[in-house]
Protein backbone atom coordinates (compact mmCIF):
# COMPACT_ATOMS: atom_id res chain seq x y z
CA UNK A 1 0.00 0.00 0.00
CA UNK A 2 1.22 3.33 -0.98
CA UNK A 3 1.57 5.51 1.85
CA UNK A 4 0.20 9.44 1.19
CA UNK A 5 2.02 11.85 2.97
CA UNK A 6 -0.45 14.91 3.71
CA UNK A 7 0.96 18.26 3.32
CA UNK A 8 1.81 20.42 6.25
CA UNK A 9 0.92 23.31 4.36
CA UNK A 10 -2.45 22.14 2.18
CA UNK A 11 -1.57 23.43 -0.41
CA UNK A 12 -4.01 21.67 -3.05
CA UNK A 13 -6.52 20.16 -0.73
CA UNK A 14 -8.63 18.72 -3.65
CA UNK A 15 -5.35 17.48 -5.17
CA UNK A 16 -4.63 15.56 -1.62
CA UNK A 17 -8.50 14.77 -1.42
CA UNK A 18 -8.49 13.18 -4.73
CA UNK A 19 -5.37 10.96 -4.45
CA UNK A 20 -6.82 9.64 -0.62
CA UNK A 21 -9.88 8.91 -2.84
CA UNK A 22 -7.79 6.85 -5.64
CA UNK A 23 -5.86 5.26 -2.72
CA UNK A 24 -8.99 4.13 -0.88
CA UNK A 25 -11.23 3.46 0.55
CA UNK A 26 -8.56 2.72 3.41
CA UNK A 27 -5.44 5.08 2.47
CA UNK A 28 -2.11 4.40 4.45
CA UNK A 29 -0.99 8.05 5.31
CA UNK A 30 1.67 9.86 6.87
CA UNK A 31 0.86 13.18 9.32
CA UNK A 32 2.89 16.11 9.73
CA UNK A 33 6.18 14.99 12.13
CA UNK A 34 6.14 11.81 10.75
CA UNK A 35 3.59 9.67 12.06
CA UNK A 36 1.84 7.12 10.16
CA UNK A 37 -1.47 5.90 10.38
CA UNK A 38 -4.21 5.58 8.22
CA UNK A 39 -7.22 7.21 6.64
CA UNK A 40 -10.95 6.54 6.01
CA UNK A 41 -11.33 7.88 2.15
CA UNK A 42 -14.51 6.37 0.80
CA UNK A 43 -17.96 7.28 2.58
CA UNK A 44 -20.03 3.85 2.89
CA UNK A 45 -16.52 2.71 4.94
CA UNK A 46 -16.51 5.71 6.76
CA UNK A 47 -20.23 5.35 7.91
CA UNK A 48 -19.10 1.77 8.54
CA UNK A 49 -16.19 2.46 10.45
CA UNK A 50 -17.49 4.94 12.57
CA UNK A 51 -20.31 2.87 14.10
CA UNK A 52 -17.94 -0.18 14.68
CA UNK A 53 -17.19 -1.18 18.07
CA UNK A 54 -13.72 -2.44 17.08
CA UNK A 55 -12.58 1.20 16.29
CA UNK A 56 -12.41 3.21 19.83
CA UNK A 57 -10.95 6.84 21.01
CA UNK A 58 -8.50 4.93 23.90
CA UNK A 59 -5.00 6.50 22.84
CA UNK A 60 -3.09 3.60 24.95
CA UNK A 61 -4.98 1.19 22.48
CA UNK A 62 -1.98 2.74 19.81
CA UNK A 63 1.05 1.08 19.23
CA UNK A 64 3.19 3.89 18.33
CA UNK A 65 1.84 5.33 21.72
CA UNK A 66 2.81 2.59 23.91
CA UNK A 67 6.46 1.81 21.82
CA UNK A 68 6.90 5.59 22.87
CA UNK A 69 7.04 6.97 19.53
CA UNK A 70 4.63 10.11 19.52
CA UNK A 71 6.49 13.36 21.28
CA UNK A 72 4.90 15.59 23.24
CA UNK A 73 6.03 18.15 21.43
CA UNK A 74 4.57 16.83 18.18
CA UNK A 75 2.33 19.88 16.65
CA UNK A 76 -1.25 17.39 16.37
CA UNK A 77 -0.80 15.98 20.38
CA UNK A 78 -3.41 18.21 21.29
CA UNK A 79 -6.12 16.64 18.84
CA UNK A 80 -4.36 13.03 19.01
CA UNK A 81 -4.17 13.10 23.16
CA UNK A 82 -6.44 16.39 23.96
CA UNK A 83 -7.79 14.80 27.70
CA UNK A 84 -10.39 12.86 29.42
CA UNK A 85 -13.73 14.38 28.08
CA UNK A 86 -16.44 12.62 25.49
CA UNK A 87 -13.95 12.76 22.43
CA UNK A 88 -11.71 10.59 24.12
CA UNK A 89 -13.72 7.48 25.34
CA UNK A 90 -16.37 5.54 24.28
CA UNK A 91 -19.32 3.51 25.45
CA UNK A 92 -21.17 3.95 28.95
CA UNK A 93 -18.22 6.65 29.51
CA UNK A 94 -19.10 8.56 26.39
CA UNK A 95 -22.69 8.89 27.03
CA UNK A 96 -22.28 9.79 30.14
CA UNK A 97 -19.79 12.77 29.54
CA UNK A 98 -21.86 13.68 26.47
CA UNK A 99 -25.61 13.49 27.74
CA UNK A 100 -25.28 17.10 29.44
CA UNK A 101 -23.66 18.81 26.07
CA UNK A 102 -26.04 16.93 23.76
CA UNK A 103 -29.17 17.78 26.07
CA UNK A 104 -28.47 21.60 25.70
CA UNK A 105 -27.62 21.51 21.87
CA UNK A 106 -30.63 19.43 20.66
CA UNK A 107 -32.37 21.44 17.30
CA UNK A 108 -35.08 22.49 19.89
CA UNK A 109 -33.11 24.50 22.30
CA UNK A 110 -30.56 25.87 20.01
CA UNK A 111 -33.74 27.30 18.15
CA UNK A 112 -33.82 29.28 21.30
CA UNK A 113 -30.59 31.15 20.72
CA UNK A 114 -32.32 32.37 17.19
CA UNK A 115 -32.68 35.55 18.08
CA UNK A 116 -29.52 36.23 19.85
CA UNK A 117 -27.54 35.15 17.06
CA UNK A 118 -29.60 37.25 14.62
CA UNK A 119 -28.70 40.27 17.14
CA UNK A 120 -25.27 39.44 16.83
CA UNK A 121 -25.56 39.35 13.00
CA UNK A 122 -27.08 42.75 12.86
CA UNK A 123 -24.19 44.18 14.93
CA UNK A 124 -21.82 42.69 12.74
CA UNK A 125 -23.57 43.90 9.50
CA UNK A 126 -23.24 47.49 10.67
CA UNK A 127 -19.96 47.47 11.04
CA UNK A 128 -18.87 46.25 8.02
CA UNK A 129 -21.75 48.70 6.61
CA UNK A 130 -20.07 51.85 8.59
CA UNK A 131 -16.53 51.20 6.92
CA UNK A 132 -15.26 53.20 4.73
CA UNK A 133 -16.85 52.81 1.02
CA UNK A 134 -14.38 50.77 -1.35
CA UNK A 135 -12.55 49.20 1.53
CA UNK A 136 -11.46 45.68 1.08
CA UNK A 137 -12.55 43.59 3.90
CA UNK A 138 -11.49 40.47 5.43
CA UNK A 139 -14.97 38.98 5.90
CA UNK A 140 -13.55 35.92 7.75
CA UNK A 141 -11.71 38.03 10.93
CA UNK A 142 -14.95 41.07 10.56
CA UNK A 143 -17.43 38.24 10.03
CA UNK A 144 -17.23 34.97 9.87
CA UNK A 145 -15.09 34.78 12.98
CA UNK A 146 -17.21 36.31 15.79
CA UNK A 147 -20.42 35.55 15.04
CA UNK A 148 -19.69 32.12 16.15
CA UNK A 149 -16.96 32.84 18.94
CA UNK A 150 -19.70 35.10 20.88
CA UNK A 151 -22.41 32.80 20.39
CA UNK A 152 -20.26 29.74 21.85
CA UNK A 153 -18.72 32.21 24.56
CA UNK A 154 -21.96 32.96 25.44
CA UNK A 155 -23.38 29.39 25.58
CA UNK A 156 -20.89 28.38 27.64
CA UNK A 157 -20.26 31.48 29.79
CA UNK A 158 -17.07 32.54 28.47
CA UNK A 159 -15.95 36.20 29.05
CA UNK A 160 -15.36 37.91 25.59
CA UNK A 161 -12.07 39.23 27.38
CA UNK A 162 -10.37 35.82 26.70
CA UNK A 163 -11.26 36.14 23.27
CA UNK A 164 -7.78 37.45 22.02
CA UNK A 165 -5.78 34.83 24.24
CA UNK A 166 -8.34 31.93 22.95
CA UNK A 167 -7.63 32.87 19.05
CA UNK A 168 -3.65 33.29 20.02
CA UNK A 169 -3.82 30.05 20.99
CA UNK A 170 -6.15 28.01 19.42
CA UNK A 171 -4.16 28.99 15.79
CA UNK A 172 -1.02 27.62 17.79
CA UNK A 173 -3.17 24.53 18.87
CA UNK A 174 -4.17 24.13 15.64
CA UNK A 175 -1.63 24.66 13.04
CA UNK A 176 1.22 22.02 12.16
CA UNK A 177 3.40 24.87 12.14
CA UNK A 178 3.73 25.45 15.51
CA UNK A 179 7.47 25.08 16.40
CA UNK A 180 8.18 21.83 18.60
CA UNK A 181 9.50 23.59 21.62
CA UNK A 182 6.47 25.78 22.11
CA UNK A 183 3.91 23.08 21.70
CA UNK A 184 4.23 21.52 25.35
CA UNK A 185 3.44 25.15 26.80
CA UNK A 186 0.73 26.22 24.49
CA UNK A 187 -1.05 22.74 25.93
CA UNK A 188 -0.36 24.05 29.44
CA UNK A 189 -1.41 27.48 29.00
CA UNK A 190 -4.78 26.63 27.14
CA UNK A 191 -5.15 23.97 30.26
CA UNK A 192 -4.65 27.36 32.33
CA UNK A 193 -7.09 29.51 30.95
CA UNK A 194 -10.20 26.95 30.64
CA UNK A 195 -9.25 25.60 34.36
CA UNK A 196 -9.47 29.66 35.71
CA UNK A 197 -12.97 30.13 33.46
CA UNK A 198 -14.14 26.99 35.15
CA UNK A 199 -12.82 28.07 38.52
CA UNK A 200 -14.87 31.59 38.01
CA UNK A 201 -18.07 29.61 36.72
CA UNK A 202 -17.49 27.18 39.79
CA UNK A 203 -17.85 30.10 42.07
CA UNK A 204 -19.59 32.41 40.48
CA UNK A 205 -22.60 30.46 38.42
CA UNK A 206 -24.83 31.69 35.77
CA UNK A 207 -27.42 30.73 33.41
CA UNK A 208 -24.63 28.61 30.92
CA UNK A 209 -23.73 25.34 30.09
CA UNK A 210 -19.95 25.44 32.16
CA UNK A 211 -22.33 26.50 35.23
CA UNK A 212 -24.51 23.05 34.25
CA UNK A 213 -21.65 20.97 34.20
CA UNK A 214 -20.07 21.85 37.42
CA UNK A 215 -23.98 21.92 39.49
CA UNK A 216 -24.00 18.37 37.23
CA UNK A 217 -20.80 17.12 38.56
CA UNK A 218 -21.91 18.22 42.22
CA UNK A 219 -25.31 16.37 42.43
CA UNK A 220 -23.81 13.13 41.38
CA UNK A 221 -23.03 13.22 37.76
CA UNK A 222 -19.45 12.57 39.05
CA UNK A 223 -17.64 14.59 36.42
CA UNK A 224 -14.65 15.70 37.52
CA UNK A 225 -12.76 18.68 37.12
CA UNK A 226 -10.21 17.59 34.36
CA UNK A 227 -13.47 16.41 33.02
CA UNK A 228 -15.35 19.54 32.61
CA UNK A 229 -12.32 21.96 31.92
CA UNK A 230 -11.66 19.75 29.19
CA UNK A 231 -15.33 19.43 27.33
CA UNK A 232 -15.20 23.20 27.79
CA UNK A 233 -12.31 23.33 25.66
CA UNK A 234 -13.60 20.87 23.34
CA UNK A 235 -16.90 22.90 22.99
CA UNK A 236 -15.18 26.17 22.55
CA UNK A 237 -12.75 24.68 19.68
CA UNK A 238 -15.08 23.00 17.98
CA UNK A 239 -17.85 25.23 18.15
CA UNK A 240 -16.39 28.34 16.58
CA UNK A 241 -14.08 26.81 14.14
CA UNK A 242 -16.59 24.63 12.04
CA UNK A 243 -18.74 27.66 11.54
CA UNK A 244 -16.16 30.39 10.99
CA UNK A 245 -14.99 27.79 8.07
CA UNK A 246 -18.39 27.29 6.77
CA UNK A 247 -19.52 30.50 6.43
CA UNK A 248 -16.61 31.27 4.88
CA UNK A 249 -16.99 28.72 1.99
CA UNK A 250 -19.83 29.02 1.28
CA UNK A 251 -19.21 32.85 0.53
CA UNK A 252 -16.34 31.47 -1.77
CA UNK A 253 -18.48 28.69 -3.36
CA UNK A 254 -21.54 31.36 -3.78
CA UNK A 255 -18.77 34.43 -5.62
CA UNK A 256 -17.03 31.12 -7.77
CA UNK A 257 -20.70 30.18 -9.33
CA UNK A 258 -22.32 33.19 -10.08
CA UNK A 259 -25.32 30.81 -11.61
CA UNK A 260 -26.28 29.12 -8.72
CA UNK A 261 -25.61 32.32 -6.41
CA UNK A 262 -28.21 34.08 -8.99
CA UNK A 263 -30.72 31.56 -8.20
CA UNK A 264 -30.65 31.50 -4.33
CA UNK A 265 -30.32 35.08 -4.11
CA UNK A 266 -33.62 35.04 -5.99
CA UNK A 267 -35.36 32.46 -3.81
CA UNK A 268 -35.48 30.08 -5.99
CA UNK A 269 -33.37 27.56 -3.51
CA UNK A 270 -33.69 27.73 -0.27
CA UNK A 271 -30.38 28.59 1.73
CA UNK A 272 -30.04 25.45 3.72
CA UNK A 273 -29.41 23.68 0.37
CA UNK A 274 -26.44 26.03 -0.18
CA UNK A 275 -25.48 25.15 3.61
CA UNK A 276 -25.50 21.72 3.14
CA UNK A 277 -24.27 21.46 -0.21
CA UNK A 278 -20.82 23.30 1.18
CA UNK A 279 -20.84 21.34 4.24
CA UNK A 280 -20.64 18.15 1.46
CA UNK A 281 -18.21 19.35 -1.22
CA UNK A 282 -15.84 22.17 0.86
CA UNK A 283 -16.40 20.55 4.57
CA UNK A 284 -15.29 22.96 6.86
CA UNK A 285 -12.87 19.78 8.55
CA UNK A 286 -10.70 17.85 6.00
CA UNK A 287 -9.46 15.51 8.49
CA UNK A 288 -10.55 14.14 12.29
CA UNK A 289 -8.40 12.68 14.71
CA UNK A 290 -8.03 9.93 15.74
CA UNK A 291 -9.70 5.98 16.82
CA UNK A 292 -7.90 3.09 17.45
CA UNK A 293 -8.49 -0.62 16.22
CA UNK A 294 -8.75 -3.10 18.94
CA UNK A 295 -8.02 -5.70 16.21
CA UNK A 296 -7.83 -6.08 12.54
CA UNK A 297 -10.80 -5.35 10.62
CA UNK A 298 -11.69 -5.11 7.02
CA UNK A 299 -12.19 -2.35 4.83
CA UNK A 300 -12.63 -3.38 1.32
CA UNK A 301 -10.16 -5.30 0.09
CA UNK A 302 -7.48 -3.74 2.44
CA UNK A 303 -6.94 -4.44 6.20
CA UNK A 304 -7.34 -1.55 9.13
CA UNK A 305 -4.42 -3.04 11.77
CA UNK A 306 -4.74 -3.86 14.96
CA UNK A 307 -3.38 -1.18 16.67
CA UNK A 308 -3.27 1.18 14.66
CA UNK A 309 -4.17 4.80 14.19
CA UNK A 310 -7.56 6.00 12.06
CA UNK A 311 -8.02 9.47 10.60
CA UNK A 312 -11.08 9.94 9.02
CA UNK A 313 -10.67 12.01 5.81
CA UNK A 314 -14.19 14.14 5.15
CA UNK A 315 -12.51 16.24 2.43
CA UNK A 316 -11.71 13.14 0.51
CA UNK A 317 -14.90 11.01 1.42
CA UNK A 318 -17.59 14.58 0.79
CA UNK A 319 -16.44 14.06 -3.23
CA UNK A 320 -17.18 10.08 -3.28
CA UNK A 321 -18.55 9.56 -6.60
CA UNK A 322 -19.82 5.98 -5.56
CA UNK A 323 -21.97 8.27 -2.99
CA UNK A 324 -22.94 11.02 -4.82
CA UNK A 325 -22.64 10.40 -8.35
CA UNK A 326 -20.77 10.78 -11.71
CA UNK A 327 -20.96 14.85 -10.50
CA UNK A 328 -19.46 14.50 -6.97
CA UNK A 329 -16.52 16.84 -7.76
CA UNK A 330 -19.40 19.83 -8.82
CA UNK A 331 -21.07 22.07 -6.96
CA UNK A 332 -24.49 22.01 -6.91
CA UNK A 333 -27.02 23.65 -4.59
CA UNK A 334 -29.83 21.44 -6.24
CA UNK A 335 -28.35 18.30 -5.00
CA UNK A 336 -30.70 15.93 -3.80
CA UNK A 337 -30.99 13.35 -1.95
CA UNK A 338 -27.27 15.32 -0.32
CA UNK A 339 -26.76 12.97 2.65
CA UNK A 340 -23.32 13.74 4.00
CA UNK A 341 -21.81 13.11 6.60
CA UNK A 342 -19.35 16.29 7.00
CA UNK A 343 -20.30 16.42 10.97
CA UNK A 344 -19.63 12.84 11.58
CA UNK A 345 -22.03 10.04 11.80
CA UNK A 346 -22.32 7.35 15.13
CA UNK A 347 -21.80 8.06 18.59
CA UNK A 348 -19.32 10.98 18.13
CA UNK A 349 -21.22 12.85 16.06
CA UNK A 350 -20.97 16.77 16.72
CA UNK A 351 -23.50 17.52 18.79
CA UNK A 352 -22.88 21.30 17.86
CA UNK A 353 -24.17 20.31 14.54
CA UNK A 354 -27.74 22.15 15.03
CA UNK A 355 -26.08 25.51 16.44
CA UNK A 356 -23.93 25.23 13.30
CA UNK A 357 -26.51 25.28 10.80
CA UNK A 358 -28.19 27.90 12.65
CA UNK A 359 -25.29 30.21 12.64
CA UNK A 360 -24.95 29.89 8.98
CA UNK A 361 -28.74 29.93 8.49
CA UNK A 362 -29.12 33.02 10.12
CA UNK A 363 -25.21 34.25 8.98
CA UNK A 364 -25.57 34.09 5.49
CA UNK A 365 -28.73 35.04 4.42
CA UNK A 366 -28.43 38.55 5.80
CA UNK A 367 -24.91 39.05 4.49
CA UNK A 368 -26.14 38.88 0.91
CA UNK A 369 -29.47 40.88 2.08
CA UNK A 370 -27.73 43.72 3.07
CA UNK A 371 -24.57 43.41 0.41
CA UNK A 372 -26.12 41.44 -2.88
CA UNK A 373 -22.90 43.08 -4.56
CA UNK A 374 -20.72 41.69 -2.56
CA UNK A 375 -17.61 40.23 -4.50
CA UNK A 376 -14.16 38.63 -3.77
CA UNK A 377 -11.65 40.68 -4.37
CA UNK A 378 -9.01 39.04 -5.18
CA UNK A 379 -9.36 35.82 -7.74
CA UNK A 380 -10.44 32.79 -6.05
CA UNK A 381 -7.06 30.91 -7.14
CA UNK A 382 -4.89 33.62 -4.68
CA UNK A 383 -6.92 32.02 -2.13
CA UNK A 384 -4.71 30.11 0.56
CA UNK A 385 -5.28 27.80 2.87
CA UNK A 386 -3.84 27.68 6.55
CA UNK A 387 -1.39 24.99 7.67
CA UNK A 388 -4.20 23.04 9.50
CA UNK A 389 -4.35 19.70 8.22
CA UNK A 390 -7.90 19.25 10.21
CA UNK A 391 -9.89 22.31 9.31
CA UNK A 392 -10.37 23.55 5.54
CA UNK A 393 -9.38 27.31 6.54
CA UNK A 394 -7.97 29.80 4.39
CA UNK A 395 -5.72 32.55 5.46
CA UNK A 396 -8.40 35.33 4.45
CA UNK A 397 -11.15 35.95 2.68
CA UNK A 398 -10.75 39.63 1.28
CA UNK A 399 -14.25 40.82 -0.36
CA UNK A 400 -15.53 44.02 -1.62
CA UNK A 401 -18.87 44.96 -0.28
CA UNK A 402 -20.01 46.98 -3.02
Given at each position: ?????????????????????????????????????????????????????????????????????????????????????????????????????????????????????????????????????????????????????????????????????????????????????????????????????????????????????????????????????????????????????LVVNVVEALQTHPEQRKRVLSGEVPWENVIEETLRWNTPTSHVLIRFAT????????????????????????????????????????????????????????????????????????????????????????????????????????????
Amino acid sequence: MTRIALDPLVADLDAESAALRAAGPLAEVELPGGVHCYAVTHHAEARQLLTDSRVVKDINVWNAWQRGEIPMDWPLIGLANPGRSMLTVDGAEHRRLRSLVAQALTVKRVERLRAGIEALTNASLDRLAALPKGETVDLKAEFAYPLPMNVISELMGVDAADHPRLKELFEKFFSTQTPPEEVPQMMADLGTLFTKIVDYKRANPGDDLTSALIAASEEGDHLTNEEIVNTLQLIIAAGHETTISLVVNVVEALQTHPEQRKRVLSGEVPWENVIEETLRWNTPTSHVLIRFATEDIEVGDKVLPKGEALIVSFGALGRDEKQYGETAGEFDVTRSPNRHIAFGHGPHVCPGAALSRLEAGVALPALYERFPDLDLAVPASELRNKPIVTQNDLYELPVDLG
